[in-house]
């Protein structure tokens, strides 16, 4: 069973930056390669959405209200993608979870909270 892990939230002041991560285990290299990944958000009272989404690097999208500020990228050895957040708007807080799609099976991880304050 593919495990996925979140780490990297907490509290920033509008404008900081903030880097996420996640840690997929249970899988070996070759196929990790392969995944579509992506980060997701739900903000308090809202539904989740999708922010980016990454596939071996060759194609990514990104929510609009996140274009140039945000940037998805993996490092396939470490079986590890992340998120880079900068220019933070209190408008990003929210929880954000990892997404790993394999075989046309989602795997989640339990998300971890970001906080921007104004």
């Known amino acids: 069973q593919v495990q996925v892990v979140e780490s990297g939230g907490g509290s920033v002041q509008s404008g900081g930056s903030m880097r996420l991560s996640c840690k997929v285990s249970?899988?070996?290299?070759?196929?990790?390669?392969?995944?579509?990944m992506g980060w997701y958000r739900q903000p308090p009272e809202k539904e989740r959405e999708l922010v980016a989404q990454e596939n071996t690097g060759a194609n990514t999208k990104y929510q609009d209200s996140v274009k140039g500020r945000f940037t998805i990228y993996r490092d396939n050895a470490r079986k590890t993608m992340y998120l880079q957040m900068t220019n933070l708007k209190p408008e990003d807080t929210a929880v954000y979870y990892c997404?790993?799609?394999?075989?046309?099976?989602?795997?989640w991880g339990k998300g971890t909270l970001v906080t921007v304050s104004s």
């Open positions: 997404n790993v799609k394999r075989g046309g099976v989602d795997y």
């Open positions: 249970r899988t070996i290299t070759s196929v990790f390669n392969l995944d579509l």
